[in-house]
């Protein structure tokens, strides 16, 4: 597991973003078991509060469920999973926006170079 950590933001934030981005891309499966929150802190070498607390949060967004004293696992809920892809893109789509806005490019002109890179990129 490796995390590039920035000191912009908070770690548990990015620790939770590594996870979905990881479900997103389908490296972590629906209902896989993941490390234990010990196991996680030793791994990414942060605090075991830290890890805590990105687990903590994670189970409020569903991304991940306990059940008794089992292994946490990633969720099998569908709209959950639709969700974390769409909110990632978003983000994405998001930063790509204000990069262009800035320099005034045409929204059309602009199309046109994300089709032919992104099918550019494809045939790779």
């Given at each position: 597991?490796?995390?590039?950590?920035?000191?912009?933001?908070?770690?548990?934030?990015?620790?939770?973003?590594?996870?979905?981005?990881?479900?997103?891309?389908?490296?972590?499966?629906?209902?896989?078991?993941?490390?234990?929150?010990?196991?996680?802190?030793?791994?990414?070498?942060?605090?075991?509060?830290?890890?805590?607390?990105?687990?903590?949060?994670?189970?409020?967004?569903?991304?991940?469920?306990?059940?008794?004293?089992?292994?946490?696992?990633?969720?099998?809920?569908?709209?959950?999973?639709?969700?974390?892809?769409?909110?990632?893109?978003?983000?994405?789509?998001?930063?790509?926006?204000?990069?262009?806005?800035?320099?005034?490019?045409?929204l059309?002109?602009?199309?046109?170079l994300?089709?032919?890179?992104?099918?550019k990129?494809?045939?790779?």
């Amino acid at each position: 597991m490796n995390v590039n950590f920035n000191n912009r933001d908070p770690v548990y934030i990015q620790v939770i973003r590594h996870f979905k981005e990881q479900i997103a891309t389908g490296s972590l499966e629906p209902g896989e078991e993941i490390s234990s929150r010990r196991e996680l802190a030793n791994k990414l070498k942060i605090n075991p509060n830290t890890a805590q607390r990105a687990y903590k949060e994670m189970e409020e967004q569903r991304l991940i469920y306990t059940e008794r004293n089992l292994p946490s696992r990633i969720t099998k809920d569908e709209q959950v999973l639709k969700a974390v892809r769409e909110e990632l893109i978003l983000q994405a789509v998001d930063s790509f926006i204000t990069s262009v806005r800035s320099i005034n490019v045409p929204l059309e002109e602009v199309l046109d170079l994300v089709k032919e890179n992104y099918e550019k990129h494809c045939d790779e």
